[in-house]
């Protein structure tokens, strides 16, 4: 099946800076999701971003379906962004599952 | 906006007890799915459930586990007989596809299974 690896494991970063999280994938996908997990466990979504770019307020999102990567970026930081934040893609034939990665652990100090 | 909700937020039961997690996906959505994270882990695929009936499992989805539709709202995963190691938290997650534009799948708030 696909295998995913998010990079860099931990990131701690001040108020105010700007942090992008890798996601890479191995093979093709029809479907990816990014969600932050936040310090009560509950999974917010993000993007659904099989491909292309988006962007939602201080967070956007570009993934390279041909490459096959995503990018997750965070502008401007705030401490309400630490949490874990979790890429999960979905192979082509590989069912409706989403594999998701360990995921990038960030902390962000006031 | 819509969103799945479950319950209980947190259940506590002795190893061997038999427990059921309830989900009640996006009413619209015809997809269906369980998913757990082990404490300090990354979450994992259990099954997935689509017109009554599984349509894909993990190999983690052994014979302890089942899941149903009772009835038009609810979906539930039932645990027989609970080991240890099955403490986690559950999620329950809908999409209103499997392919296309509405493939994307939406969590619910989670279920946090401690066993005794």
């Known amino acids: 099946g696909i295998q995913v690896e998010q990079s860099p494991p931990d990131l701690i970063l001040q108020e105010g800076a700007n942090s992008t999280l890798r996601c890479n994938f191995s093979?093709?996908?029809?479907?990816l999701q990014w969600f932050h997990q936040n310090p009560w466990g509950q999974l917010i979504n993000l993007f659904y971003?099989?491909?292309g770019t988006k962007q939602n307020g201080r967070l956007s999102a570009t993934t390279v379906a041909t490459e096959r990567y995503s990018l997750l970026y965070i502008s401007s930081s705030q401490t309400t962004d630490s949490g874990v934040y979790f890429c999960?893609?979905?192979?082509?034939?590989?069912?409706?599952?989403?594999?998701f990665g360990q995921g990038t652990e960030l902390s962000v100090k006031p | 906006e819509p969103e799945v909700t479950q319950t209980p937020s947190h259940q506590v039961t002795q190893m061997g007890q038999e427990v059921i997690l309830r989900c009640v996906p996006i009413?619209?959505?015809?997809?269906f799915y369980w998913y757990r994270q082990i404490l300090g882990q990354k979450v994992e695929f259990l099954v997935s459930?689509?017109?009554?009936?599984?349509?894909?499992k993990s190999e983690i989805f052994d014979d302890q586990f089942s899941v149903e539709r009772p009835d038009g709202s609810n979906f539930t995963l039932k645990i027989r007989s609970t080991k240890l190691e099955d403490s986690a938290m559950y999620f329950c997650?809908?999409?209103?596809?499997?392919?296309?534009?509405?493939?994307?799948?939406?969590f619910g708030p989670g279920t946090r299974l401690t066993v005794l």
């Open positions: 999960a893609p979905r192979g082509d034939n590989q069912g409706g599952k989403l594999i």
């Open positions: 009413s619209n959505h015809l997809y």
């Open positions: 997650a809908s999409s209103e596809a499997i392919s296309g534009d509405y493939n994307e799948q939406f």
């Open positions: 459930f689509y017109n009554n009936e599984i349509s894909e």
């Open positions: 971003i099989p491909s």
């Open positions: 093979d093709s996908v029809n479907n």
